[in-house]
Each structure stands twice: as structure tokens, then as C-alpha cells.
């Protein structure tokens, strides 16, 4: 089993920054692509970006190209999700994901095996 813990959420003005972080334990070696998805309030979860497991392909949403950057350290066990010129709209609890296939770098939620338990992320105007 893995098991996955998101830091680094908050209440930020719109323009801020944050970044999320995303710790992975247990059977990390069966850990392949990673990605985070949000879940706005009264909103279906969404897609927000993911990453292969070298780093080497990265795939966001249209929404956050351009403001979002993921990234790994693999030595640390851990994701990142940069996140710049927040807007209102990106107000929502994000959840970082983790999948075990070595082939494809998912961008659906049911192709995860894992999830973590979320971090609230607020963007006031």
C-alpha cells in the first residue's frame, strides 16, 4: 500500500502563490506518474496536472497552463504543484494521486490507485 499526504494549502489573495507538496510512504517503489486534481465547491473533480515518473512529461489543464508547474523529487518521495497567479476560480481541496502503470501518465481520476486526503487551497479577490 501507499499512502499520500498533501501540505502546503491555504487562503492566499488573488496573484499569490503557493505550492503544494505531496509525501509518499509505504510501497513507494510501486509508485509510477503522480498528479493533483481539485474539487471546487459544488463541482465535479477535475483534472489539474500530472507527471510521468523520470519528469520528463508533464500535461496540465488549459486553465492552469502557464501558472501551474508539477514537479518531483523521486530521492524525497514527494510531488510538487507550484501554483502562481492564483484566481478566485482556482479556489477548491486538491488532491495529489498517485498510479502504478509505467506506461501512461494518467489525466483521468479512475486510472489512479491512490489518493491522499486533500488540502484546502482559497483564492480571495
Known amino acids: 500500500q501507499v499512502q499520500l499526504v498533501e501540505s502546503g494549502g491555504g487562503l492566499v489573495q488573488a496573484g499569490g502563490s503557493l505550492r503544494l507538496s505531496c509525501a509518499a510512504s509505504?510501497?513507494?517503489?510501486?509508485?509510477?506518474?503522480m498528479g493533483w486534481f481539485r474539487r471546487a465547491p459544488g463541482k465535479e473533480r477535475e483534472f489539474v496536472a500530472a507527471?510521468?515518473?523520470?519528469?520528463?512529461?508533464?500535461y496540465y489543464t488549459d486553465s492552469v497552463k502557464g501558472r501551474f508547474t508539477i514537479s518531483r523529487d523521486n530521492t524525497k518521495n514527494t510531488v510538487y504543484l507550484q501554483m502562481n497567479s492564483l484566481k478566485p476560480e482556482d479556489t477548491a481541496v486538491y488532491y495529489c494521486?498517485?498510479?502504478?502503470?509505467?506506461?501512461?501518465?494518467?489525466?483521468?481520476?479512475?486510472?489512479?490507485?491512490?489518493w491522499g486526503q486533500g488540502t484546502q487551497v482559497t483564492v480571495s479577490a
Open positions: 494521486a498517485a498510479e502504478k502503470s509505467p506506461v501512461v501518465v494518467p489525466r483521468r481520476a479512475y486510472e489512479y490507485d491512490y
Open positions: 509505504g510501497r513507494t517503489s510501486s509508485i509510477n506518474a
Open positions: 507527471i510521468s515518473w523520470s519528469g520528463g512529461r508533464t
